[in-house]
């Protein structure tokens, strides 16, 4: 209906003109929220999740945190933390909880750390992430319906040790599209169902991008929104490509970050950031 959440450390309720209709404090970080098959809201911070209603008002909270959080099929739960997936049934008890895993390389074992999760068209989930703490490859792994592994791929740009996945969403033809940042550069992934990449997108500046947020769409194509600096100056980032990983156009806003991007009903954009003064 072209209204908007926006969180933080509360959940903002807007009109389409951006007009505030309410505000639910958190009292913590959130790190995602989403609309319910009900109409209702599902939230999750640092320390708990839970359910609110259309009119900003509590229906359940759960003392479990975490990173991502999504609907799933069977109007259960799918949360993401760190290391941990976490299913739940739909008043968010536990169903199962399954240990993200390790991997062994000569320095030792190595922790696989999740950013995001989505449910899969098939009932399974399929987690962004990176390899340990520090960053070091963008990770796509694919579970069953229970959690169970699929397939597991990493992604490394020309051998960097600092590639940070930031985003999944599914498309349209049953693959991934992933955004990050490949060697402080901006950097998107198309992938096929199976994992194996199709195409990949990357530009730098001399200086620092990134894209935290992409998505498909509805003319087949990608939006992104993100960030660029260079030569001292801040840009909040807005970007197309076609559904071949070619940009069509893109645009700058000063001093601004770009969080998450959607498509709007009348085909055009609305983008979620952040703003800075650097006057004082």
Same mark, same amino acid.
């Given at each position: ?30 790190? %995602? ?5 009900? $109409? ?41 933390? %760190? ?102 550069? !901006?950097?998107?992934?198309?992938? $096929? ?25 509805? %003319? ?18 807005? !970007? ?13 806003? %000063? ?26």
């Amino acid at each position: 209906n072209n209204e908007y959440i926006i969180i933080e450390n509360k959940i903002i309720k807007t009109d389409s003109l951006g007009i505030t209709q309410w505000e639910y404090d958190l009292f913590d970080t959130a790190n %995602d929220i989403e609309t319910t098959s009900d $109409h209702n809201f599902i939230f999750i911070t640092n320390s708990n999740f839970g359910k609110i209603n259309n009119n900003g008002e509590l229906i359940w909270e759960q003392n479990i945190g975490g990173k991502s959080i999504e609907e799933t099929l069977d109007f259960g739960f799918i949360i993401l933390d %760190d290391n941990k997936l976490i299913k739940t049934f739909n008043d968010g008890v536990v169903v199962w909880e399954k240990d993200l895993p390790y991997i062994q390389e000569s320095e030792g074992n190595i922790q696989l750390i999740g950013k995001m999760v989505k449910q899969t068209v098939d009932g399974g989930y399929i987690i962004l992430g990176n390899k340990g703490y520090s960053d070091e490859d963008l990770w796509l792994y694919k579970t069953d319906q229970n959690g169970n592994e699929e397939f597991s791929q990493f992604f490394d740009y020309y051998n960097n040790r600092s590639d940070i996945g930031r985003s999944i969403n599914l498309t349209s033809d049953g693959g991934y599209i992933i955004s990050g940042i490949g060697d402080d550069g !901006m950097w998107i992934i198309k992938t $096929h169902s199976s994992g194996n990449k199709e195409w990949e997108y990357y530009y730098s500046d001399p200086g620092e991008d990134g894209i935290n947020y992409v998505l498909e769409t509805s %003319d087949g194509g990608f939006i992104s929104t993100g960030y660029s600096f260079s030569n001292g100056q801040l840009y909040l980032t807005i !970007m197309k490509l076609n559904n071949l990983g070619e940009k069509l156009w893109d645009k700058k806003i %000063d001093n601004g970050i770009g969080k998450t991007v959607l498509e709007t009903c009348d085909n055009g954009f609305i983008i979620l950031g952040n703003r800075f003064d650097f006057s004082t």
